[in-house]
Nanobody, 124 residues
Framework: QLVESGGGSVQAGGSLRLRCTRS????????WAWFRQGPGKRREGVAY???????SYADSVKGRFTISKDNATSTLYLQMNSLKPEDTATYYC?????????????????????RGQGTQVTVS
């Protein structure tokens, strides 16, 4: 099970830190990710991190967002800085046994084995 928190409303240029706690079967996952879906937009991958803490980011967030995890507390984070109105979306935590092997994870059709219910981020 994955549970997100930390969303909210912020002005452009501000920061938010999303958190995802995990439990149960999800502990066996080797890859952790965030994706988002904005109003009237297609779902898109944001970032992922593997078991060795290697990361990958969508170009739209590179340099502004940082994905990280704390294995001791089973928590996944997404630090979001320099937020823009186009970052407004519902953000979802996701996980799978392995990380993507191509760029398909960036698009709307990529399916993760585990996902949370989402947390809303609004940037004005």
């Amino acid at each position: 099970q994955l549970v997100e928190s930390g969303g909210g409303s912020v002005q452009a240029g501000g920061s938010l830190r999303l958190r995802c706690t995990r439990s149960g079967d999800v502990f066996s996952a080797g890859c952790w990710a965030w994706f988002r879906q904005g109003p009237g937009k297609r779902r898109e991958g944001v970032a992922y991190i593997d078991s060795d803490d290697a990361t990958s980011y969508a170009d739209s967030v590179k340099g502004r967002f940082t994905i990280s995890k704390d294995n001791a507390t089973s928590t996944l984070y997404l630090q979001m800085n320099s937020l823009k109105p186009e970052d407004t979306a519902t953000y979802y935590c996701a996980a799978d046994e392995g990380c993507p092997t191509n760029s398909a994870w960036l698009g709307p059709g990529y399916e993760w084995n585990y996902r949370g219910q989402g947390t809303q981020v609004t940037v004005s």
